[in-house]
């Protein structure tokens, strides 16, 4: 019984001192790892928001942003200003499309009018609806114009309608659809809160 | 050193993790749908089993048997977490295509099978070489099947243009059913390749026997 | 509504083997015969939705207040070891007619890939703790489905004529590949 538990006992601890020195030593590579990761997202986001929207210097999260009815739902909003003055405000929305939800960060001027999307994660088919991330599928050759950027300057007041006033990818009716109406209703509730709240802050 | 080089050919083809031993396969498929993946997950396997293999191989008088099994898993998680956290850092682009799959090392048998079978008994150098072995064995089966699946998938190589702009792209490749049948030839393959190695060994080995005679 | 639409996503759009091409070992391994993919394709459901149950909390209670998520992947697998190991010691004093029935497979659970998958999808899909079960449950008879769906066509290529040089495990990953094709027609069920 004695050497049972002193057995136990001497495993336990070998066990414990492999598991203390992988957690050390995981604890450091993540101690200089940290940092670089969260600096990547910050900028990313940042990044986006400044595609969005030309000579844009500051942004501010928007605390109590509706969370969306329906399929689609608004993850954050983002005010954007200028100068101290706000010129948009920036919504990260995600709704279902063909393989599963996609998300889209959706620029909303104070002008009633898209300033710009940007696809963040699609899951649709690769070389099908998988496009509406693609940089180099464009929806119109000649203007270089990708399916996200036929957007930019569109006004909310359009029906957007896929295969109507807004071009659809390649046999792709589904995605396309799908994300004119992520689009869409993002802008409407940007466009609504830009209206409460009066757009001067 | 002809023991070195039969540990290191092992991994190649003849014990070829994923077309012969058929462990490890869910990482090799799930990302060959381009090279640049392929050899990403390559790398940050053939990373983790070293570094495990030399680690277990270096403690192994000090791993009681009845616990080796936690402890292996222990070791190997933590390298993994390592790759994990690095690829966030440093290729956050090539962390992101292949998502879960780095992780889900952890899990992969060809690790867990190494380490139990070989370095739990061979001394350090031994599972350097192995290690490597096995780890180029795995590498070059994600890289042949990514190759295949980008060039007639997606018209491209390393994502540079090497079909014409006439060429259509036959999808199916990317997805993922073209990832099951490629590797179904792949297996075909090697088994054909194993045959032709065998026989030429027999060969050798009877003229050997007749020089001798 | 929203369970509905993840549990079916999880069982046929995102198929755990055919579309995401995890737990392969097991899928070749284990599918000798119905009987036996049944039995696995039930161990694996059973341990999916403990694994989620024990590791959706240890992750949102300790880990997260603690600020070490990095010891992420560490913890799940020691979780999911040790689950495993419980549920053995478990069935074989307290059911052992159930041991006779899953036990054999429940060693090889723990290298499941599919399981540790879902205990990390449910974290970054964000999930609610209702979700992250319902999620387990879909991913798990998905790989029940794909298993026994799997085991069906074995059975068929024993007694077919087969092309030589497809031969051995090489058909059965020509069979997948048109499992996989017919499953990807799901894709565009959930609006």
């Known amino acids: ?201 | 050193m002809k023991r070195y080089l039969k540990i290191f050919t092992a991994g190649l083809i003849s014990d070829n993790p994923l077309l012969m031993l058929m462990i490890g396969l869910c990482s090799a498929l799930a990302v060959t749908n381009n090279m640049a993946n392929g050899i990403g997950m390559g790398l940050a396997m053939t990373f983790v089993l070293l570094c495990s293999e030399v680690i277990i191989s270096m403690f192994r008088k000090l791993i009681p048997n009845s616990i080796r099994i936690p402890i292996f898993i222990i070791v190997i998680a933590a390298f993994t977490t390592i790759v994990d956290l690095s690829m966030k850092a440093w290729t956050p682009a090539l962390s992101e295509a292949m998502g879960v799959f780095i992780p889900l090392i952890v899990v992969n048998c060809i690790i867990m099978g190494r380490v139990e079978a070989f370095s739990s008994k061979e001394g350090v150098f031994a599972c350097v070489i192995d290690s490597i072995g096995m780890g180029l064995g795995y590498t070059w089966v994600l890289l042949g099947i990514a190759a295949i699946r980008e060039l007639l998938g997606d018209g491209k190589i390393l994502g540079f243009q090497i079909m014409p702009d006439s060429y259509q792209p036959i999808l199916f490749f990317t997805l993922p059913p073209g990832g099951f049948l490629v590797f179904a030839l792949f297996i075909s393959m090697n088994i054909w390749l194993k045959k032709l190695i065998d026989n030429a060994g027999a060969r050798a080995g009877k003229s050997g026997k007749e020089a001798v005679a | 509504m929203n369970l509905v639409k993840i549990f079916l996503t999880a069982l046929l759009i995102d198929n755990v083997v055919l579309m995401r091409f995890l737990a392969l070992c097991s899928y070749v391994g284990m599918t000798a015969d119905v009987g036996q993919s049944v039995g696995m394709g039930f161990a694996v459901t059973f341990v999916t939705v403990l694994a989620t149950a024990a590791t959706y909390p240890i992750y949102h209670l300790i880990l997260v207040p603690l600020h070490i998520e990095f010891l992420q992947i560490l913890v799940f697998i020691i979780v999911i070891a040790a689950l495993v190991q419980l549920v053995e010691f478990y069935l074989k004093k307290n059911v052992p007619g159930l041991y006779t029935a899953m036990g054999i497979y429940l060693p090889l659970i723990t290298t499941n890939c599919a399981i540790l998958a879902v205990t990390f999808d449910n974290i970054t899909k964000g999930y609610d703790f209702a979700e992250a079960v319902v999620y387990s449950v879909g991913v798990a008879v998905g790989y029940l489905i794909s298993m026994v769906l799997l085991a069906g066509v074995r059975e068929r290529t024993r007694t077919s004529p087969i092309p030589k040089f497809l031969q051995g495990t090489p058909i059965l990953f020509a069979a997948t590949s048109l499992l996989a094709v017919a499953f990807m027609g799901f894709a565009g069920l959930i609006k």
């Open chain 1, 1 to 201: 019984m004695k050497t049972l538990l002193k057995d136990v006992i001497r495993l336990g601890l070998i066990l414990t001192a492999f598991t203390v020195v992988a957690c050390v030593g995981l604890a450091f590579v993540n101690q200089v790892t940290k940092p670089i990761i969260d600096g990547l997202d910050a900028r990313r986001t940042e990044q986006s928001l400044k595609n969005l929207f030309a000579g844009a210097e500051s942004f501010e999260m928007v605390p109590e942003f509706p969370a969306g009815a329906g399929a689609v739902k608004f993850a954050s909003a983002y005010l954007v200003s200028k100068g101290g003055q706000s010129i948009g405000l920036a919504v990260k929305a995600a709704g279902p499309t063909y393989g599963g939800d996609t998300v889209l960060l959706v620029g909303v001027g104070s002008d009633a009018k898209v300033a710009g999307v940007i696809v963040l994660d699609n899951k649709d088919t690769p070389g099908l609806g998988a496009n509406a991330k693609n940089p180099n599928y464009y929806v119109d050759k000649a203007s270089k114009t990708t399916f996200p950027g036929q957007f930019r300057g569109k006004p909310l007041s359009d029906p957007f309608e896929a295969k109507k006033d807004v071009i659809a990818i390649t046999a792709s009716t589904i995605t396309s659809r799908g994300i004119a109406v992520i689009v869409k209703q993002a802008g409407d509730a940007a466009t609504a809160y830009l209206a409460a709240h009066g757009g001067k802050q």
